[in-house]
Nanobody
Framework: EVQLVESGGGLVQPGGSLRLSCTTSGFTFSSTAMIWVRQAPGKGLDWISTIARTRTGYGDSVKGRFTISRDDDGNTVYLQMNDLRPEDTAEYYC???????WGQGTQVTVTS
């Protein structure tokens, strides 16, 4: 059974930081490109970042503030989020590149 479990979301003030984790099981994580996406209330999905082995990519809205990484031994992908802004408020999801597997999401709220 494939499982993706996100954690690390929460309430933070503007300028603060959070680190999201997505722990996976049930598929060959080490050979799978992974992505983070988010969905703000009333809006569509917004691609944030992708990691394939050591190569990474970022959406323009988070470039320079967010960093994606992975631990293949622990089957986990991370998203370090710095300099958070109110517009980063959203439900954050991890998924595999093919979008076959999704986590349940973790809420990030940035407010003063």
């Amino acid at each position: 059974e494939v499982q993706l479990v996100e954690s690390g979301g929460g309430l933070v003030q503007p300028g603060g930081s959070l680190r999201l984790s997505c722990t996976t099981s049930g598929f060959t994580f080490s050979s799978t490109a992974m992505i983070w996406v988010r969905q703000a209330p009333g809006k569509g999905l917004d691609w944030i970042s992708t990691i394939a082995r050591t190569r990474t990519g970022y959406g323009d809205s988070v470039k320079g503030r967010f960093t994606i990484s992975r631990d293949d031994d622990g089957n986990t992908v991370y998203l370090q989020m710095n300099d958070l802004r109110p517009e980063d408020t959203a439900e954050y999801y991890c998924a595999n590149w093919a979008l076959d597997y999704w986590g349940q999401g973790t809420q990030v709220t940035v407010t003063s």
